[in-house]
């Protein structure tokens, strides 16, 4: 009963959480606390002396600043940690592959034809899986889905590389990989922006940007296989002939291929329902994307250290200080044999003249 003799009404559950969600439960909390330690200033709380603050400011009570500040303390803590699981359930998805997928999937980039394979439909619930397969969502996954794990372990070893071919023409120092990293970062998201742009010109307005940079990045792992091809070949120095630009230009074509592939047959990268206008021109632009590889793979090539050959300059001033070495003997001998030639003609004309004479 209250003090008027009638029932005491009691606050409902959905009233009781709602004051709970929105903080004004620390009303009370905070009166009791601040009437028992009015005079401790030195145990207030930052809240505490954020609301006293507010109060002098806005001339609210100081109870009720107080709560409004614990109210969105505590929502600003929810949000930046609910942003982790999902950073984490959205990475596991490009990250979820086993070594049995890669070999699939490196095999596919070479040779990137249509997949006839069929896929599970029993997803994880099933009896046996396919050792190269990939389960994405709790289903088999095509090969054209993009990952994240091939383009990030291509993009490693595509900066150590130039790194190490650096070092062959000893120009190399620890700015190198940064700024080779940097160089290849800033011309995939210029690239990734570009290619945003124009598939959503195309109709593709649902192209999802995490895919497209994991779709462009593997060109990281056809560097890398060309700059391993070109070192071995070259012996660590710029490789030459019909081999090399044979294995180049299939790369080349392999990463183009593997990109329209994948741009034809993923769902997310088609025209919405609606944009049937623009099909022609969703078309000519996943042919002209794979074509720019080309392009952005040769900016991508570092110079190579020129072969260490002895020119002819070289082999010509050899031979000439060979010869001057070997120049005091030979007019010491040249010079003898004239002596004794001159002596023998000498000694002849005296015989003749006496002959003569007599």
């Not at 990734?192 to 990281?220: E, H, Q």
């Not at 623009?278 to 020129?306: E, M, N, R, Y």
């Amino acid at each position: 009963l209250n003090r008027f003799g009638s029932p005491a009404r009691c606050p409902s559950p959905a009233m009781e959480s709602a004051d709970r969600d929105f903080g004004w439960e620390d009303v009370g909390s905070s009166a009791g606390s601040s009437v028992a330690g009015g005079g401790g200033g030195s145990g207030a709380s930052p809240v505490g002396a954020v609301g006293g603050a507010m109060s002098e400011m806005t001339g609210v009570p100081d109870v009720v600043t107080s709560a409004m500040v614990n109210h969105f303390a505590r929502e600003i803590s929810k949000g930046s940690l609910s942003l982790w699981p999902q950073f984490i359930g959205a990475g596991r998805r490009y990250f979820n592959v086993t070594h049995g997928y890669v070999v699939r999937k490196l095999a596919w980039q070479l040779l990137p034809l249509s997949s006839t394979k069929k896929k599970s439909g029993d997803g994880e619930l099933g009896g046996e899986k396919d050792w190269a397969s990939r389960i994405v969502e709790g289903l088999e996954a095509d090969i054209e889905e993009p990952d994240m794990y091939m383009p990030l372990m291509g993009f490693v070893t595509y900066v150590l590389l130039c790194g190490l071919v650096k070092g062959l023409q000893e120009q190399f120092h620890p700015d190198v990989l940064s700024a080779t990293m940097t160089f290849a970062l800033v011309l995939l998201v210029v690239e990734a922006t570009v290619v945003k742009a124009v598939m959503f010109t195309a109709g593709a307005v649902n192209t999802p940007t995490v895919d497209l940079i994991a779709l462009l990045a593997y060109k990281y792992v056809y560097l890398s296989m060309v700059l391993i091809f070109g070192l071995l070949i070259g012996h660590g120095h710029r490789p030459a002939g019909f081999l090399y630009s044979l294995v180049s230009l299939g790369l080349v074509t392999s990463c183009g291929v593997a990109l329209w592939q994948a741009l034809r047959r993923l769902a997310r990268m088609q025209p919405a329902h609606g944009q049937a206008c623009v099909s022609d021109v969703h078309s000519l632009v996943i042919k002209v994307v794979p074509v720019g590889q080309a392009f952005v793979f040769w900016l991508l090539l570092p110079s190579w250290p020129k072969e260490a050959a002895v020119p002819l300059a070289e082999k010509v001033a050899s031979i000439a200080v060979a010869a001057a070495v070997d120049a005091p003997a030979a007019v010491v001998e040249t010079t003898t044999t004239l002596a004794e030639i001159a002596t023998t003609t000498l000694q002849a004309l005296a015989d003749a003249a006496s002959a003569g004479a007599a």
